[in-house]
């Protein structure tokens, strides 16, 4: 009997080891390390909570990625942001704390914010845009900050689409 007790309890340290022992990485929080080290970079050596809120509050209102948007609205840094963990984010930075261990700690508050992923690089070597979606096509042209005036139709997206490609996508040799 005392040997099984004694099996039991091994195998639940090692389980409890081995859980412990994945690190988390920038690939299980891409948007959110990312987001948290670029605005970081614009600190310029702000060590006051308050002060690091307020210009993540307009980071926020300034950037035009949609997958930054969202996260701000989950740590709060939007108006209309339903939670506000923003001192979650705030605190650390004023201790100097590398983006990933934030996002680490963000993780275990609100799992959404690690739910978040950046889109796909389109290969434009091998895509057919004519197989594409309107709406991958307008995601497109919003990514680049261009709009479609009069366009109606598929057709007039995938034109649209090619004539600005090339001011876009980077052709390599």
């Not at 939670?83 to 700690?105: D, F, H, N, Q, Y």
């Not at 978040?116 to 042209?141: R, S, Y």
């Amino acid at each position: 009997m005392d040997k099984h007790i004694l099996f039991v309890c091994v195998f639940f340290i090692v389980n409890v080891f081995q859980a412990q022992s994945r690190t988390f990485t920038e690939e299980d929080c891409p948007v959110c390390v990312l987001t948290i080290d670029k605005f970081s970079k614009t600190l310029e050596g702000e060590l006051k909570p308050k002060n690091i809120e307020e210009q993540f509050k307009k980071y926020c209102l300034s950037t035009k990625i949609d997958k930054e948007k969202r996260l701000c609205y989950y740590l709060g840094g939007l108006e209309d942001s339903a939670t506000g963990i923003l001192s979650e984010v705030s605190k650390p930075l004023s201790w100097s704390m590398p983006a990933l261990k934030i996002c680490e700690r963000l993780k275990k508050m609100d799992a959404q914010v690690c739910d978040i992923k950046f889109d796909k690089e389109i290969d434009w070597k091998t895509v057919n845009l004519k197989k594409m979606k309107v709406k991958d096509l307008k995601k497109i042209l919003d990514n680049w900050g261009e709009i479609c005036d009069g366009c109606l139709e598929k057709t007039d997206y995938i034109k649209r689409v090619e004539e600005l490609k090339p001011s876009y996508v980077k052709e390599e040799l």
